[in-house]
């Protein structure tokens, strides 16, 4: 079974940094393109990075750049989102997605089912 | 990275056709055929619906389709079920590995 599960989420101070993970399994990891997606409860989806199969292409949303460094471990088979800086405002649900591209994003076939970030003092 | 455009909401009967329209941007929308569109249930992880503008992805139903004309996509959903009744996002490619989603859309089946 194709499985994304992520972890990490939790509550932190503004300013302070959290590092989430998503453990992919039933796949082959190496193989595909991967990316982080957040929603604020009772609100749209947001993009919030992506990376290539090999880690060598990465992007980034506006409203994350040069706070948030997405990474991948393709031995360990898991993807990782590291957030410094955070903001009240990157409070969110925080999905872990499967492209079905490689190099570059086509779409998103897979979903976890999300980890919490709450930033609040 | 401006949010595309959709409509808050859209609603119709039971067997009725709905579209959605989605605008972005000679950027986005209007240079890539990789716009995808997401449905999601309350509660529940985004599923695709449609990808590269107008195909359906393996046990999607036929009721769903896609198409685009310039900055503008659009999804129609024809012979509205109830199951149906979910919010909806479109996405595309923004360029340099970066996506867009649309601001998405609740469908209400009256």
């Known amino acids: 079974e194709v499985q994304l599960v992520e972890s990490g989420g939790g509550l932190v101070q503004p300013g302070r940094s959290l590092r989430l993970s998503c453990a992919a399994s039933g796949f082959t990891f190496e193989n595909y393109a991967m990316h982080w997606v957040r929603q604020v409860p009772g609100k749209g989806l947001e993009w919030v990075s992506g990376?290539?199969?090999?880690?060598?292409?990465?992007g980034y949303a506006d409203s994350v750049k040069s706070r948030f460094t997405i990474s991948r471990d393709n031995a360990k088979t898991s993807l990782y989102l590291q957030m410094n800086s955070l903001r009240t405002e990157d409070t969110a649900l925080y999905y872990c997605?499967?492209?079905?591209?490689?190099?570059?994003?086509?779409?998103?076939?897979?979903w976890g089912k999300g980890t919490t970030v709450s930033v609040s003092s | 990275q401006s949010a595309l455009t959709q409509p808050a909401s859209v609603s119709g009967s039971p067997g009725q056709s709905i579209t959605i329209s989605c605008t972005g941007t000679?950027?986005?929308?209007?240079?890539?055929?990789?716009v995808s569109w997401y449905q999601q249930h309350p509660g529940k992880a985004p599923k695709v619906m449609i990808s590269?503008?107008?195909k359906r992805p393996s046990g999607v139903s036929n009721r769903f389709s896609g198409s685009k004309s310039g900055n503008t996509a659009s999804l129609t959903i024809s012979g509205l079920q109830a199951e149906d009744e979910a919010d909806y996002y479109c996405c595309s490619y923004g360029g340099s590995s970066t996506y867009v989603f649309g601001t998405g859309t609740k469908v209400t089946v009256l």
């Open positions: 000679s950027s986005d929308v209007g240079t890539y055929n990789l």
């Open positions: 990376i290539s199969w090999k880690g060598g292409s990465t």
């Open positions: 997605a499967k492209d079905i591209g490689e190099v570059a994003f086509y779409y998103m076939d897979v």
């Open positions: 590269y503008v107008s």
